[in-house]
């Protein structure tokens, strides 16, 4: 190497360095406050998953949140672990009573910790992971396609405002983008360098995969169809043979993938009594009819910690099938539907990420058709393109709408696309200074939005109409309590209705909040809804025949906060000029709110 190409190597590492620190920065002090911002409060999946990580590092007992693997729980309880200041969750009656909500708020909230600070500790290794998914991304572009090229796949995934928003949460997305990534980057490795060392570090790679989220389990399906398509480009003739080499390392991989998540589930279940995980098993298969043959196959296996692992880790991959299957409530663009909306994805994608990917990923997709690709290019695309193709399949056929960052998995693979095609332009000025533009473009974008990464959409969408758009992770998962509570003081607000969907206590922040439900009907005064809250009364309202909060289309928000918290300031004179009324019988009230509270209570009634 001259002395040209080893200040070039390192010009792009400093680059890339930069690019990094400067993800890091964005994503801490929009999680912990600066600049005059509080900062991010604890989120919905937060409250679960803080205390189940810190119980298995701490306790090695694996009976809260079996619906997910452990591993990035248990990163981020390792340093709540390591701080003997840190009050656990064992005093408490949730512990018993297996309750992972409850343990989450009693740690938070009433043991006495610092919820800020159990918050920013617990989230930092998952900042830490998010860095190294982006530094092994930039290598792997790097190689591939040119340092030149592999700063600008780097730069889009540093400024992806949905990256920066979960990936500094402890929640399991950015962790599941980092397995997927790490099984088929090592997995690619042991096909074209099948070694024994190459086998074990893919199978490994598999392995954590499958312990950071279930939806690993798609990469099994993902795995068998990549060496069917490498067989058929390496050579037709020899077809058969190599499907036969790689199948044996295919299944080799999978094995050592599984010997993994058996032998690090044994030390989580370790001291996960008996009892426990029987009630554990009990209470997470509910149906008696259809789950009594998979709850006692389930009780088989709950004797000791060696088979115990076995049987956990069984357990939720049988909950996850449930969950995905099942569904749940969902809103999109005005429809609210009980199960799902089989649109929700594609819309979702379109209007929550960065214009530039949009533009890009479609250009990548029909520059397939037109560019000529080399045998090994070839390759590539099918190694990057197939995990896209199948869990966005799978996707859409589950019912689980809640967030497009159930797409996490798939933006290494859109952006390892996104660089082949600026590889392919990298040497024509004219359109690699539109790409260069809209890298600019996307940083500039991301940085405005500070710090409301949850609540980013692109400019299809305006700022003061998200909530009309999606909810949910998407847009309120709780994040901004903090800034209500720094709202209110500001504004000398001495009473507040609050409806909050997310992981704090309003009490604990806001003690002059009254705690509100939309069943309670219309009332003047200061209210502050969840846009969560907000859309979803409007399916349940009608369904269980009480008011939802859909009196309240006809009032602007004097405010939101952070895009995902409402907040209205409706004076008695309005009401009284203009009274609310239900688009649907309203059959069932709710006594506990006084009719002072509710004015409009005996008109309804």
């Not at 099942?326 to 209007?351: D, R, Y």
């Amino acid at each position: 190497m001259n002395n040209k190409n080893i200040s070039n190597t390192i010009l792009a590492w400093i680059i890339a360095g930069i690019i990094l620190l400067s993800m890091f920065l964005i994503a801490f002090f929009s999680s912990s406050g600066a600049f005059g911002d509080p900062g991010d409060s604890g989120t919905v999946d937060e409250i679960a998953h803080i205390p189940s990580g810190y119980s298995y590092d701490k306790y090695q007992d694996f009976r809260l949140n079996p619906e997910h693997p452990p591993l990035a729980k248990a990163l981020a309880g390792i340093p709540l672990t390591l701080n003997n200041e840190i009050k656990g969750i064992k005093d408490d009656w949730s512990w018993n009573g297996i309750n992972q909500w409850e343990a989450g708020w009693y740690m938070l909230y009433e043991a006495g910790n610092n919820p800020k600070q159990v918050l920013l500790m617990s989230r930092i290794p998952i900042m830490i992971l998010m860095l190294i998914l982006g530094l092994i991304l930039y290598l792997v572009a790097s190689r591939w396609y040119g340092k030149k090229v592999g700063l600008i796949v780097l730069a889009f995934y540093a400024f992806y405002p949905d990256v920066i928003a979960h990936g500094r949460l402890v929640t399991t997305d950015i962790a599941a983008a980092f397995g997927y990534l790490i099984t088929i980057l090592s997995f690619n490795n042991a096909i074209e360098k099948p070694s024994l060392r190459n086998i074990i570090i893919a199978g490994l790679s598999f392995g954590v995969a499958q312990l950071l989220k279930f939806s690993a389990f798609l990469l099994y399906g993902v795995l068998l169809l990549l060496i069917f398509v490498r067989a058929w480009i390496n050579s037709r003739k020899e077809y058969r043979n190599n499907i036969l080499s790689y199948l044996k390392i295919y299944f080799w991989v999978c094995f050592i993938s599984l010997i993994l998540v058996w032998l690090v589930y044994i030390p989580f279940v370790w001291n996960t009594p008996v009892s426990i995980e029987h009630e554990v098993i009990e209470s997470n298969l509910t149906d008696d009819s259809r789950t009594l043959i998979l709850r006692n196959f389930l009780h088989l296996f709950e004797g000791n910690p060696i088979t115990r692992a076995v049987g956990h880790y069984l357990l939720g991959i049988f909950l996850v099938i449930g969950r995905v299957g099942g569904g749940n409530a969902t809103f999109l663009m005005g429809q609210v539907a009980e199960k799902s909306i089989p649109w929700f994805f594609p819309v979702a994608w379109l209007i929550k990420t960065p214009i530039p990917i949009i533009v890009l990923t479609l250009a990548s997709v029909v520059s397939l058709f037109f560019i000529k690709k080399t045998k090994e290019e070839s390759w590539k695309i099918w190694l990057v393109s197939i995990p896209i193709i199948i869990y966005w399949a799978f996707t859409l056929k589950g019912s689980l709408n809640i967030g497009i960052r159930h797409l996490m998995p798939t933006v290494p693979f859109v952006l390892l696309l996104i660089g082949w095609l600026v590889s392919k332009i990298k040497d024509k000025k004219y359109l690699f200074g539109i790409v260069l533009v809209l890298v600019a473009f996307q940083m500039y974008h991301t940085i405005s939005y500070y710090p409301q990464y949850i609540a980013y959409f692109n400019n299809f969408v305006p700022k003061d109409q998200r909530y009309k758009y999606m909810v949910d992770s998407s847009l309120d998962w709780g994040q901004d309590m903090l800034r209500l509570k720094k709202y209110i003081d500001d504004n000398g607000i001495s009473d507040i209705k609050v409806d909050y969907f997310g992981g704090s206590v309003p009490s604990y922040y806001i003690p002059e909040a009254r705690e509100w439900h939309s069943s309670y009907g219309p009332a003047a005064g200061w209210l502050a809804v969840s846009s969560t809250f907000y859309q979803s009364s409007k399916l349940y309202g009608e369904k269980e025949g009480k008011w939802s909060y859909g009196w309240l289309d006809q009032y602007k928000p004097t405010t939101e906060i952070g895009g995902s918290i409402l907040v209205f300031n409706i004076s008695d004179e309005q009401l009284r000029d203009n009274p609310p009324t239900s688009p649907y019988p309203i059959t069932k009230i709710d006594t506990a709110i006084s009719n002072t509270a509710n004015p409009l209570f005996n008109q309804q009634k």
